[in-house]
Each structure stands twice: as C-alpha cells, then as structure tokens.
C-alpha cells in the first residue's frame, strides 16, 4: 500500500487523515528562494509555521508526521532544534545539490529523527551515489516540480518518461531505501491522469506520493475520503497486472508525456 501524503496545517483536517490507514501527514516550512523559484508557476507555497508542527502532531493516532524544513543555511541548526521540539517523526531536506549538504545535514539532525532527501535538482540527481548511504536517510523522494525546471525539461513528468525516475527507484532499493515521486491528482484529472501516474507508482515499487490540491479542493460533488477510497481501489486493481500489461502501459505513458511535452513547446 502507497503511503499518501498529506500536506496540511489543520488539526481537524488531519484528524480525517489519520483515521484511514496508509497516511504521512506533511507540514511544510520551507521559504527560502522558494517564491522566486516559483514565480509565475501554479504551485504550492504555504503559510505553515512551527507551531502548527505541535497542532498537527497532537493529533495524530497511527500517521506520520513530516516536516519539510528549509535548505541548509547558517539558521539550519537552531531551525531544526525549533522543529524537533515539536516532536515530528520525519524531517525531510529540500533544494540540495551536493552530497556534502546532505551529509552536514545528517550531522546537525544528529540521529533525533530520520530525515527525507528530496532529490529536485539536477546537482542532487548527478551525485545521487555519493550521498544515498548517508546515515539518517530514511526516504529519497523525488520531486517532479523542481526537478523537471533544473533538467530544463518542458512538462513535470518528463523525468518519468526520460528513465531518470527508473535510476532513482534502483538505486534507492539497492541501498535499503525508501523511495517515492511526485504528486498524483483525482484519478481521471491531470494532464497525465492520476490513473497513470499511479500506475508508475507501482510499476517502480514506489512507497509514497504526495495528493494534490485536487483532493480536498471545495468541491460539492465529492467528498475527500471517497476519493482516497477511489485512489486505493485503482491501487488494488493495478497491482493485480500482468508483466505485459505492466509494460504496455509503461509504453503508452511515455509516449503521452512525450506527446504533452511536444505540446508545451521548446525547452526552457
């Protein structure tokens, strides 16, 4: 079963989280160059601060709670001491390129808690070998978003496409790893449905995948937790593919996202 993680700093909303089985609840502080790394784009940028780790942290019965905290910076030590005051149970390493940010961060965690490292940059994909042994590591997790802008590729899922995500998965599994990718909407939405995307998920012996803003949107129609029922029934069915079914959806999903990226045009 897919870990589904939850991004939220609402106690209550967390509450519904926590009571199905197979959520990470995620509170999300990273700020530094995230605005001007982002700008113009449609994506997540939170309002979460640290005392909504506590909030959210004592509500939780059964999930996990993670904290996205900032990249390394001359703050990092007194920032995670601030955090891990609040007790969360991941911390996780956003916006690194080089091996020695991870391992100096795994010095200033000093064994507290384990920590992800979210692999978004090319520099973090080039020296994914020098760094995956670093004690602490509990996860890599790869995000699409920023990842796809630092390979200078046209459409977030392009690294699924290119193989790139095919490498990570390998070389997480061989290293005792934790391993997980990208975001996935409501199953029939998305320019590359949820359907797919969960599909590679399985595909790659996947552990976790962030949900979107797309399945707890003010929506009359649906309700949040039928569509967490829908995600996990589709879970159930994929796995149940054969290896020539398993490839021949591999195939057609490269080949759509090669199709949107033609769509998207040049290369940024």
């Known amino acids: 079963m897919l870990e589904l993680i939850q991004i939220t700093n609402d106690p209550a909303f967390a509450r519904r989280c926590d009571a199905s089985e197979g959520f990470r609840l995620f509170v999300d502080l990273e700020r530094l160059g995230k605005a001007e790394r982002q700008a113009g784009r449609n994506t997540f940028i939170s309002a979460h601060d640290i005392a909504d780790v506590g909030r959210v942290r004592e509500v939780l019965r059964r999930s996990r709670l993670m904290v996205r905290v900032n990249p390394l ?8 001491d601030a955090v891990l005051a609040q007790h969360p149970h991941l911390l996780m390493l956003p916006m690194f ?17 384990r920590f992800v490292a979210l692999l978004e940059t090319a520099g973090a994909l080039a020296t994914l070998d020098e760094w995956i042994a670093t004690p602490g590591i509990e996860e890599v997790f790869v995000g699409l978003n920023d990842l796809h802008l630092s390979l200078g590729c046209r459409f977030m899922f392009e690294p699924l496409a290119q193989g790139l995500v095919d490498r990570v998965a390998d070389v997480a599994r061989r290293a005792g790893k934790r391993f997980g990718f990208g975001g996935i909407a409501r199953l029939d939405e998305g320019l590359l449905p ?8 399985l595909r790659l012996g996947s552990n976790s995948v962030i949900l979107s803003r797309t399945f707890h949107r003010a929506d009359a129609s649906t309700v949040f937790e039928d569509e967490v029922a829908a995600l996990r029934a589709a ?21 759509r996202i090669e199709a949107i990226a033609r769509e998207l045009g040049p290369r940024g």
């Open 73 to 80: 910076h001359e703050g990092t030590a007194a920032e995670l």
């Open 194 to 201: 949820g359907r797919d995307v969960l599909a590679e998920h």
């Open 97 to 113: 390129t080089r091996a020695d940010e991870v391992r100096e961060f795994a010095r200033l965690v000093a064994g507290r808690v």
């Open 235 to 255: 879970e159930r069915e994929l796995a149940l593919r054969s290896p020539g079914d398993e490839a021949a959806d591999r195939g057609r999903i490269r080949e």
